[in-house]
């Protein structure tokens, strides 16, 4: 899961970096609204975590334009704001959650998966894009009520596109998520398994954009 870390304070933004990674996730961590802007511009985040006061802009400018772009990531504002007026308006602007500094790891990481588990308009154990349904727990799709068979890595490839359901996922994010660290994937390895899928669900469902990456049909 792909997390990015939008946070000036370097202290905070280190601890919290690696308590990230230890928890297992790909976290990227940026100190500046226009760096977490330009982030969320060009790549697919499974989760935003995100600090209001930042030296170059607001993040709550950052949030407007995420949800203005119809850019559905969870996203999570960790700050030291903690009046009524400030959790009400961060929310109403698009936040899913708020998270007042000082706060403990635990309660942090715990925060993120219920994000995570309820993010992107899919319920938490059925993932249903039109006559395309995914259960990740159970590792099983069904298009038009049949059950489909495929491969390890081709069920990894469209979990990650199902996952950003509407939006470009690049071929070099499936490939840092789906390939162990020190793999190396040959060079058509994304197309191979893209093409396959495509036979299964459909040529229409999973589009390329040329330059940018690929993306999923969200009906």
Do not use: C
Not at 17 to 36: N, P, S
Not at 178 to 199: A, C, K, M, Q, Y
């Amino acid at each position: 899961m792909r997390i990015l870390l939008v946070e000036d304070d370097a202290q905070l933004g280190a601890a919290l970096l690696r308590a990230l990674v230890q928890a297992g996730f790909d976290a990227t961590w940026v100190r500046g609204a226009q760096d977490g802007d330009l982030h969320l511009r060009t790549q697919s985040y499974g989760a935003l975590l995100l600090d209001l006061g930042l030296p170059d802009g607001s993040g709550m400018d950052v949030l407007k334009a995420l949800r203005l772009r119809d850019d559905r990531t969870p996203v999570l504002i960790l700050t030291a704001r903690d009046g009524l007026e400030d959790r009400v308006l961060g929310l109403d602007e698009g936040a899913d959650d708020y998270l007042v500094k000082p706060f403990a790891v635990p309660e942090l990481l715990s925060r993120i998966r219920a994000l995570v588990r309820r993010s992107s308009g899919f319920a938490a154990r059925r993932w249903v894009l039109g006559d395309l349904v995914l259960e990740p727990e159970n590792r099983v799709v069904t298009l038009k009520g049949e059950a489909l068979e495929l491969g390890p890595r081709e069920y990894q490839v469209l979990l990650l596109l199902a996952r950003s359901a509407g939006r470009v996922v690049s071929r070099t994010q499936l490939e840092e998520d789906i390939f162990d660290l020190g793999e190396e994937p040959e060079s058509n390895t994304i197309e191979v398994h893209i093409h396959r899928l495509r036979r299964k669900l459909g040529h229409r469902r999973i589009r390329t954009i040329r330059g940018l990456g690929y993306l999923l049909e969200n009906t």
